[in-house]
């Protein structure tokens, strides 16, 4: 008795049935066991060999079509050619998050992180060697001001009272355009201090504060920028 197809076990020499479906299916599962294959296509080879004649859907070769994970044909060259591997789980903006060139190119050349400081506070730190990793600015959304750099700085020993701020010819310690330039730009005189002049008897001139304005005029276009008081 054969059942429609069930595989039935073929003497090799007589091309004759030589067992019963029950038979056969035996015979399968032993030489599964003993076998014991690593896939559906070396169980298949398998069997076959020992003259087992299996369903012709079963036998026959599938041809499975790759999916590309890119979205054309130039997004696979470019990223072949970059060396660019593709992190996994990663997304592409293209149709059903195929990815495209410019998502390679994301990945290529990763956006920088923009620094949440003013160049003055930036260059002010740079120059005193302070650390600003981790600190929180007074600015928009955290960002450092040159306030918050100085606020940092070691304070130096304070200098030997001064009885007069004119020296010794009696000139005073700020030409009239060094005061003004104060004025004009909200400079505090405190932050004079250290300053050397290279006037008459050690006076302070608009050349020796040059850098001072420059950095104070940074901070005050970053406050207009991000509409801070």
Do not use: C, W
């Not at 190119?105 to 600003?132: C, Q, V």
């Not at 200098?159 to 909200?186: D, I, N, Q």
């Amino acid at each position: 008795m054969s059942y429609e197809g069930v595989p039935t076990i073929t003497d090799t020499q007589t091309s004759r049935p030589m067992a019963t479906s029950a038979q056969t299916l035996s015979l399968i599962i032993k030489e599964l066991i003993t076998a014991k294959p690593e896939s559906e296509a070396l169980a298949i080879e398998l069997l076959m060999a020992k003259g087992i004649k299996l369903p012709k859907a079963l036998t026959e070769v599938k041809t499975v079509k790759s999916v590309s994970v890119f979205a054309s044909k130039a997004a696979e060259d470019f990223a072949e050619a970059n060396g660019i591997e593709i992190p996994e789980g990663f997304k592409g903006t293209a149709a059903k998050d195929k990815i495209s060139v410019s998502d390679l190119k994301k990945l290529k050349d990763p956006p920088k992180e923009k620094k949440n400081i003013s160049p003055s506070a930036e260059k002010f730190a740079r120059d005193n060697g302070i650390n600003i990793e981790g600190l929180v600015g007074s600015g928009t959304d955290g960002k450092i001001m040159l306030k918050d750099v100085k606020s940092l700085k070691p304070e130096e020993p304070e200098p030997p009272a001064k009885t007069e701020e004119a020296g010794p010819s009696g000139v005073s310690k700020l030409s009239p355009a060094v005061a003004k330039a104060l004025k004009t730009h909200g400079i505090d005189e405190g932050d004079l201090d250290g300053i050397e002049g290279t006037g008459t008897d050690g006076q302070i001139l608009l050349k020796d504060i040059k850098e001072l304005i420059e950095l104070y005029k940074a901070e005050s276009d970053d406050k207009k920028l991000f509409g801070e008081d």
